[in-house]
């Protein structure tokens, strides 16, 4: 039976109750005086229960009445929202791009603050002129896992970034200039686009600009900054810049705590099981697989797996085994017709040696996932799309070829042992 996890007041409950009034006593006086024992193995006691939790939790495959979490899932990133704000003047307008990094803190158990991992913005956040915030911004882990599940005030800054200063040329209203690879100061770089450059000037309008693309040239040449928001008539032709981390114009604060991150426990279990995730496989499908037996080994099975992979995309197909009416082994005198009117007299004429079948075959006849216009030089088609397909010049169809794929990978899992198959196509089919 499942139990919830203890939380520190009742872990601490709990301890003022077994343990003996001679022993606890010293202890409760030690935790007065600062020592806080305690205090300190209910924290620990408490994350260890509702990581144990948390993992047992995990391992349902679907709800059950003694379940208190969800059932095993896929790999899932934490998500949350930040406050976000303008520090010092509001001036001109500023937009922190979708996908800038944030780093979350966490204090250890010696007391040290360290990293607990990266998220990102999930959208634009925009300043409009004056306006000084603070902005809600949606935010998600930069990873999959439970690690991103913070708690509140976790995330309180920007990912650490180094800055520099550079005497920038204004060549027009939105481009700058460095001085170049050999003048020894720092350059604009692939790196720095979407941060910000403030601009040593008592020019007017001179406000913090982004940074919206770099250009680095080649060999001896220059690089160039092109700037999101024009600069001023009046901007002087040369000027020191500074470009600045994040943390030096905007401030960070998380309200709420972070939630929803989980490791990938159902693809796991799966592993186990030797079944494996399709591509773009939904949890409640996959998890359907898991618990079922699997469809494997039959004839039956097999046209399933050519009928769910192939038949919602209006792809033919047939199904040919050894002994069935579609494939009786090959001619050996080719003068007869195709197929073998003579079986049985030798082995070489589509004889069966014995009655298991020992081989089939899966004839996908034409058809397109996407329009693929005419061909390059496919003269010899018979059908709308490029028969001859080699190249792009030819129309190849990648998105059939990776449905293909997914079903020779499939039959390949469900076919039974020893059991050889082959994957053609039939133009005529």
Same mark, same amino acid.
């Given at each position: ?19 003996? @009034?001679?022993? =606890?006593?010293?202890? /409760?006086?030690?935790?007065? =005086? ?8 209910? /924290? ?29 899932? *896929? ?52 300043? =409009?002129?004056? @306006?000084?915030?603070?902005?809600? $911004?949606?935010?998600?882990?930069? /990873?999959? *896992? ?24 204004? +060549?027009?209203?939105?481009? #700058? ?13 692939? #790196?720095? $686009? ?16 982004? +940074? ?26 040369? $000027? ?16 709420? =705590? ?32 898991? %618990?079922?037996?699997?469809?494997? $080994? ?7 797996? %050519? ?7 209006? %792809?033919?197909?047939?199904? /040919? ?45 034409? %058809? ?55 994957? #053609? ?5």
């Amino acid at each position: 039976m499942s139990f919830p996890s203890l939380s520190v007041p009742q872990l601490l409950d709990l301890l003022a109750k077994v343990q003996p @009034e001679s022993y =606890a006593d010293p202890i /409760v006086e030690a935790d007065a =005086a600062g020592e806080d024992t305690r205090q300190m193995q209910a /924290v620990q006691f408490s994350a260890e229960d509702a990581a144990n939790l948390a993992n047992a939790q995990a391992y349902y495959l679907k709800p059950h009445s003694d379940q208190l979490g969800e059932p095993a899932a *896929g790999a899932t990133i934490a998500t949350g929202t930040v406050q976000m704000s303008r520090l010092g003047t509001a001036e001109g307008p500023a937009t922190v791009v979708q996908g800038t990094v944030l780093e979350g803190l966490v204090t250890n158990s010696i007391g040290e603050t360290v990293s607990a991992g990266f998220f990102v913005t999930l959208s634009d956040t925009d300043f =409009a002129v004056g @306006e000084a915030g603070p902005v809600s $911004v949606p935010i998600g882990g930069a /990873v999959t *896992g439970y690690w991103g599940n913070l708690p509140a005030a976790s995330i309180s800054r920007f990912q650490p970034a180094a800055d520099g200063d550079m005497t920038a040329t204004v +060549i027009d209203s939105v481009t #700058l200039q460095d001085e170049g690879p050999f003048s020894g100061a720092a350059r604009f770089n692939e #790196l720095l $686009v979407d941060r910000f450059i403030v601009f040593q000037s008592s020019a007017p309008d001179m406000f913090p600009r982004r +940074i919206e693309a770099v250009n680095v040239g080649s060999g001896t040449d220059p690089a160039t900054a092109t700037l999101a928001v024009a600069l001023p008539a009046g901007a002087p032709s040369s $000027v020191p810049i500074s470009v600045v981390t994040f943390d030096d114009l905007f401030a960070v604060e998380q309200l709420q =705590a972070t939630s929803g991150g989980g490791i990938a426990m159902l693809d796991a279990i799966g592993d186990e099981r030797r079944l494996y995730r399709q591509v773009d496989e939904t949890d409640d499908a996959f998890r359907s697989r898991i %618990c079922n037996l699997p469809d494997v $080994v039959s004839p039956n099975a097999i046209v399933r797996i %050519c009928q769910r992979i192939l038949g919602p995309l209006g %792809c033919p197909f047939l199904f /040919v085994e050894t002994l069935g009416p579609g494939l009786l082994g090959f001619t050996y005198d080719t003068d007869l017709p195709m197929s073998a009117y003579d079986l049985g007299t030798f082995p070489g004429n589509g004889y069966v040696y014995a009655p298991p079948v020992r081989y089939f075959a899966i004839i996908v006849g034409p %058809c397109s996932v996407e329009q693929l216009g005419a061909p390059y030089d496919a003269d010899n088609a018979p059908r709308p799309n490029a028969y001859d397909f080699e190249m792009m010049y030819d129309g190849e169809d990648f998105a059939l070829a990776g449905v293909l794929d997914s079903l020779y990978s499939q039959v390949e899992a469900a076919r039974a042992a020893g059991v050889a198959w082959e994957l #053609l196509f039939d133009p005529n089919l």
